[in-house]
């Protein structure tokens, strides 16, 4: 067990809605990063907040967003689902932004659209 | 763009014995950190092992240890007696010394024949 939880663990969902998927970083840390796997696109780097503010950008659509919240957990929203929007999405978090700093990851949250 | 090449999308390897998981990466800069990840059925992202590019000892833990070659982008990873938990996609993985975000290969599945 990482200390990184994700919920809900499964999420099935038809074109053109919306969801949102929550993560819980550890305990003290500051930094929430997501992911997303796919069978086609691998691991990919979506985005990351640091203490509530975002910090970097990775191949994001503008059809989702992230934010990061006062007690640090934080959310990413999906809307105008589209079959490629199937995957396994993953919350990391870390301590700091030090390049010493290890990601820990959640255990996923697999999203199904129909 | 830094890039991670795994060559290998299956493996296999008698239990007890020895196998070595092979990634390259390519980047032009000098502080950067390298990653394996483990994902096993649960898919769960578990992290394995780390090297810190400035460091010029190899890494090990347990079972684990790699052969980083600096000059040649090479960071290989090997299992020395291999138990059948071992059994599992591995994920090599690149991070910048600047940056956050994890650059993942395509990853390596491993399979532990009994």
């Known amino acids: 067990d990482s200390g990184v939880t994700q919920t809900p663990k499964h999420l099935i969902t038809a074109t053109g809605q919306r969801v949102t998927l929550r993560c819980s970083p550890r305990?003290?840390?500051?930094?929430v990063y997501w992911y997303q796997q796919s069978l086609d696109q691998g691991l990919q780097f979506l985005i990351q907040?640091?203490?509530?503010?975002?910090?970097a950008k990775g191949n994001i659509l503008e059809r989702f967003s992230a934010q990061q919240f006062p007690d640090l957990h934080s959310e990413l929203n999906l809307s105008s689902l589209e079959l490629g929007d199937s995957a396994l999405y993953f919350c990391a978090s870390s301590v700091d932004l030090r390049g010493t700093d290890t990601q820990y990851f959640g255990p996923g949250t697999r999203l199904t659209v129909l | 763009a830094q890039t991670v090449t795994q060559s290998q999308p299956e493996m296999s390897v008698q239990e007890a014995e020895t196998v070595t998981l092979s990634c390259t990466y390519d980047t032009s800069e000098s502080d950067y950190y390298l990653f394996w990840y483990k994902q096993p059925p649960s898919r769960q992202m578990i992290l394995v092992i780390r090297?810190?590019?400035?460091?010029?000892q190899n890494a090990t833990e347990n079972r684990f240890s790699v052969n980083f070659q600096k000059a040649a982008k090479s960071f290989s990873l090997k299992i020395s007696d291999s138990q059948l938990g071992d059994a599992a996609m591995y994920f090599c993985?690149?991070?910048?010394?600047?940056?956050?975000?994890?650059?993942f290969g395509q990853g390596t599945r491993l399979t532990i024949n009994p």
């Open positions: 907040y640091y203490n509530g503010e975002e910090r």
């Open positions: 993985a690149y991070r910048s010394g600047g940056a956050q975000k994890l650059v």
């Open positions: 305990s003290g840390d500051l930094s």
């Open positions: 090297q810190e590019a400035y460091k010029q």
